[in-house]
């Protein structure tokens, strides 16, 4: 076990790279099986998420070869297996995309019902609504999702929310199902972009992705592909708030400015100046930031997997800022960790009230999530004195190479081992 431990007090300066879509490299990973061709797929994130996900596919039978730290060779052709162990399964809550690649390419698929942070229920119910609608039979059975059906046939489904879970393995199914499918009210996000041209760079009929209607004719077969993943909008959110919390100046690079919108929107609001270019953004912070109220929302809204980065930013902020939650019920569980920090937060309802302090204090804090744990990253760079993070396997589930990013970056940082008890001393004593 490992944490982290963080000397605060210093502002960012510098560049920093960012790493393929985490989100979006678990949905092609799984599509990648989808073809007995090999699929080659590069710009992985180095990150746990994704090694679980090839563990789960190389368990079924298709060939991995890891070309580097990045890069992937996926062969499907020889897959002998259509149920996913648990022991996989629920590491990791994407993984049921495996569901509906190998329903689309085989029309059987079992998978355990998946894990992943416990931000807040996230159910399953517009997956199963479009399967059977596409003609599976599906049932829950011993923790195990069963779809089997004898034919898939294109149909018109109306999700009731704008699951991107959902609208990216209804996708997937009907890439290889009879006809025409069209998902309204279908999520917006850019990795259900990228997992669309990642299908159609494979020979997939699918148009409509990015809208709120996608439209799929299916195909009898898809081949090989070679495809490239979006960069991580969520971690490059990430170093742009920590960028502006320490009052530093990072160039982001290996960006989509358009996927950013809503954050650069944001942070320019509370008097961070944000410079866009082709594929990089600059985040400079020369003052004291101001107040702001967010309220999180589906793509193009404000992202809910930034909600604690920008909480963990306006703590120090003047004024007083309301942070509400509408898509997780529990994605507020980092508050109490902010408080030992000397934050004056609390919560009600589904909403944070915060009110900026001068400065926080170096506590031991526990991540009770990814994305709360870059948020308590980001307060520990703030803070006086030193902060140790612990629970780190959260953020690496979604951040490679954060700590050495973040050093990179002039952060006085570093990943020690839980169990070395002298490891604290040294590194006080080094930074001293």
């Known amino acids: 076990m490992e944490q982290y431990i963080i000397k605060g007090g210093k502002a960012l300066q510098g560049e920093v790279s960012i790493g393929g879509a985490k989100n979006a490299a678990l949905g092609i990973l799984s599509a990648a099986i989808m073809t007995d061709e090999t699929v080659t797929v590069e710009n992985l994130p180095d990150i746990s998420d994704i090694n679980v996900m090839l563990q789960a596919i190389e368990?079924?039978?298709a060939k991995v070869d890891r070309?580097?730290?990045?890069?992937?060779?996926?062969n499907g052709s020889k897959?002998?297996?259509m149920s996913i162990d648990y022991e996989f399964i629920r590491k990791i809550r994407a993984s049921y995309y495996l569901l509906g690649a190998l329903l689309g390419?085989?029309?059987k698929a079992q998978v355990a019902l998946p894990g992943g942070c416990n931000i807040g229920s996230r159910p399953i119910d517009q997956h199963?609504?479009?399967?059977e609608a596409l003609g599976a039979s599906v049932k829950i059975e011993h923790g195990m999702i069963q779809a089997e059906a004898k034919e898939l046939k294109g149909t018109h489904i109306y999700l009731d929310i704008a699951s991107v879970g959902a609208t990216i393995n209804i996708m997937m199914a009907a890439c290889l199902a009879d006809g025409v499918t069209i998902i309204e009210n279908s999520a917006k996000e850019p990795h259900v972009v990228d997992v669309a041209n990642f299908l159609n760079s494979m020979g997939a009929s699918i148009k409509g992705a990015g809208t709120d209607v996608i439209r799929i004719k299916g195909v009898k077969s898809l081949t090989g592909s070679?495809?490239?993943?979006i960069p991580d909008q969520i971690e490059a959110g990430t170093f742009m708030f920590a960028a502006a919390a320490t009052k530093g100046d990072v160039l982001i690079k290996n960006v989509i400015p358009k996927h950013l919108e809503a954050i650069t929107a944001k942070l320019i609001e509370i008097g961070a100046t944000v410079e866009e270019y082709d594929d990089a953004v600059r985040v400079t912070t020369s003052s004291k930031l101001g107040h702001t109220n967010i309220k999180t929302l589906p793509y193009p809204g404000f992202p809910t997997d930034m909600q604690p980065q920008m909480a963990a930013t306006l703590v120090t902020s003047e004024g007083t800022s309301i942070v509400t939650e509408t898509m997780f019920e529990n994605r507020l569980k980092y508050v109490d960790e902010l408080a030992r920090m000397g934050a004056n937060i609390k919560v009600e309802g589904n909403s944070a009230i915060i009110v900026?302090?001068?400065g926080l204090t170096g506590a031991i804090v526990s991540a009770p999530d990814l994305r709360a744990g870059a948020a308590l990253v980001i307060a520990g760079l703030v803070a006086e004195g030193f902060t140790i993070v612990e629970q780190v396997e959260y953020i690496e589930r979604?951040?490679?190479h954060f700590e050495q990013k973040m050093q990179g970056l002039g952060a006085t940082m570093a990943k020690i081992d839980i169990e070395d008890d002298k490891a604290v001393q040294k590194f006080k004593l080094k930074v001293s």
């Open 59 to 61: 368990e079924i039978g």
């Open 67 to 74: 070309i580097n730290e990045h890069s992937v060779k996926i």
């Open 79 to 81: 897959i002998n297996s």
């Open 105 to 107: 390419k085989y029309k």
């Open 128 to 131: 199963i609504k479009g399967f």
């Open 226 to 229: 070679e495809y490239a993943i």
């Open 356 to 358: 900026g302090v001068s």
């Open 398 to 400: 979604g951040y490679e």
